[in-house]
C-alpha cells in the first residue's frame, strides 16, 4: 500500500508513517533551525528598524505586531493546505513567504518605507506559523510513545536559530552603508530559502479521505476541558513571551543600552527557548504535560520578577533568559495536551485551530506591548503579565481537581 492509500486503523497512523522517522524528524530539527533565524532577526529588528521608519514613535513596535497578526492570519490557510495536499507542500509555502520576508525587508529598508517593511513582516509571520507546525508533524512521525520527544526535539533546533539569527544580525547589519540592516534582510532570505531545500526531503503520507473529511466538528473537540486548558496555558506562554520580547530590544535601547547588548539578549533568549527541547519531552514522558506547564509558568513569574529588580543588561539578560526558558516548558507542555485531544483524522483541523487561536491573542499582546513601553515605561509591561499568569494557573488547576475527582469515582 502506498503512503497517499494508508489510512489510519483503530486510531492509530499506520506504520508506513513511520518509514522515514529518523530522517523526517531530523530535517524538521535542522528546517527549524534555518527557519528559526526568521522570527530572531524580526524579533531583533523590527522594533529599531520600525523605531526609524515609523510616522510617530508608539507605533515603533507595529512591525513585530503585524508580524504576530500574519501568523494569526495564516495559520488557518496553512492547515488546510496541509489537510488538501499534504504537510510538505505547507512547508514550501511557508518558506516561499520567509524568502518575501528577506527581499521586502531589504526593499523597505531601501525606500525608507514603513508600510513595506510592515508587509515584509506579515510574510514573516505567515513564514513562523508554517514553522511552528513542524512540532506537529514531527509528532506525526513516530509512534504515540515518542511523540513528546519528537516534538521537543524538533523545538530544540532552534537552540541553532537562537545563534544563526543575532549573529547574522550582527554581522550583515552594517554591510550596506548607510542602509543599516539592509544586507540582514537579503541573508534572511537566503538562509530561508536553504531551509526549503532541506524540507524537499521530507517524507510524509499524503492526507487520507478520514482526514480531508476533518472528523468531528471543531466544536465538540474545542469544548473538552483539557484542550481549553490547553490552549489557555499556550496562549499564555507564547502571548507573554512575546509581549515582553517585542518590547525588550526597545527597552534597551531607550535604556540607553546598545544594539549590541540587545543583539546578544536576544540570542541567549532564543537558546534558552530551544535547549530544553533536548529533555522537554523526556519530562512531559515522566512527570506529564501539566506539571511542565506548571513549571513553565513559575519561569515566566521568575522573568517578570527579575526584569522588575533593575534596567541593566543582567537584569534584561536574566529576564530574557527566564522567560525562554518558561516559554519552552509552557508552550511544548500545552502542545503535548493538544496531542491528547484529537484523533488522528482530526489532527490538522484541531492543530491549526489551537494556532489560530495562540496567535491570534498573542496579536493583542504585541499591539499592546509597543503603546505600554512608550506611554507607561518597561516596569509597567512586566507588572502587567501577572494577570495572564494567574488565568493559566487557575485554568490548570482546575483541570487538576477535575482529574483528581473524576480518578477518586
Do not use: K
Not at 60 to 77: N, Q, R, Y
Not at 156 to 185: E, S
Not at 331 to 357: K, M, Y
Request: charged share 10%; net charge positive; glycine share 12%.
Amino acid at each position: 500500500m502506498s503512503q497517499a492509500q494508508a489510512a489510519p486503523v483503530d486510531g492509530i497512523a499506520p506504520p508506513v508513517a513511520f518509514e522515514h522517522e529518523t530522517g523526517n524528524v531530523a530535517r524538521l530539527t535542522i528546517a527549524q533551525a534555518l527557519a528559526g533565524a526568521n522570527s530572531t532577526v524580526v524579533y531583533a529588528t523590527g522594533a529599531v528598524v520600525g523605531h526609524s521608519l515609523a510616522p510617530s514613535p508608539a507605533m515603533a513596535t507595529l512591525p513585530i505586531s503585524i508580524f504576530v497578526v500574519g501568523m494569526a492570519a495564516c495559520t488557518l490557510p496553512a492547515g488546510a493546505i496541509a489537510r488538501r495536499y499534504g504537510r510538505r507542500a505547507a512547508f514550501l509555502a511557508g518558506t516561499g513567504c520567509g524568502v518575501l520576508v528577506g527581499l521586502l525587508g531589504t526593499l523597505a529598508v531601501l525606500l525608507g518605507s514603513f508600510w513595506t517593511f510592515c508587509l515584509a513582516t506579515f510574510f514573516g509571520g505567515a513564514y513562523a506559523a508554517v514553522v511552528l507546525s513542524f512540532r506537529f508533524a514531527a509528532a506525526d512521525c513516530v509512534p504515540a510513545t515518542r511523540r513528546p520527544r519528537a516534538l521537543s526535539l524538533v523545538m530544540a533546533g532552534g537552540v541553532f536559530a537562537g545563534v544563526i539569527g543575532p549573529q547574522l544580525v550582527t554581522h550583515t547589519m552594517d554591510l550596506w552603508v548607510p542602509h543599516i540592516f539592509a544586507a540582514t534582510f537579503l541573508a534572511q532570505a537566503g538562509v530561508a530559502a536553504l531551509s526549503a531545500l532541506v524540507l524537499l526531503g521530507v517524507r510524509l503520507p499524503m492526507p487520507t479521505a478520514a482526514e480531508m473529511a476533518g472528523g468531528r466538528p471543531l466544536l465538540s473537540i474545542a469544548r473538552q476541558p483539557r484542550f481549553i486548558t490547553a490552549v489557555i496555558c499556550g496562549v499564555v506562554s507564547y502571548l507573554l513571551m512575546n509581549f515582553l520580547m517585542t518590547a525588550a530590544p526597545l527597552a534597551m535601547l531607550l535604556c540607553g543600552l546598545p544594539q549590541d547588548s540587545a543583539n546578544l539578549g536576544l540570542q541567549w533568549h532564543v537558546i534558552a527557548m530551544y535547549a530544553p527541547g533536548f529533555f522537554t519531552g523526556r519530562l512531559i514522558t515522566r512527570f506529564g504535560a501539566p506539571r511542565v506547564v506548571a513549571a513553565g509558568l513559575a519561569l515566566i513569574s521568575a522573568a517578570v520578577v527579575a526584569g522588575l529588580l533593575g534596567q541593566d543588561v543582567g537584569h534584561f539578560w536574566g529576564s530574557l533568559v527566564l522567560l525562554g526558558l518558561g516559554w519552552n516548558f509552557g508552550f511544548v507542555g500545552a502542545s503535548s495536551l493538544v496531542l491528547e485531544c484529537h484523533r488522528p483524522e482530526e489532527r490538522t483541523r484541531v492543530q491549526s485551530l489551537n494556532d489560530f487561536i495562540v496567535f491570534g491573542t498573542m496579536a493583542l499582546g504585541s499591539f499592546a506591548s509597543g503603546g505600554l513601553l512608550t506611554a507607561y515605561g518597561w516596569d509597567t509591561v512586566l507588572w502587567v503579565s501577572f494577570g495572564p499568569l494567574a488565568l493559566a494557573v487557575a485554568a490548570l488547576a482546575v483541570t487538576a481537581a477535575t482529574r483528581a475527582r473524576a480518578t477518586a469515582g
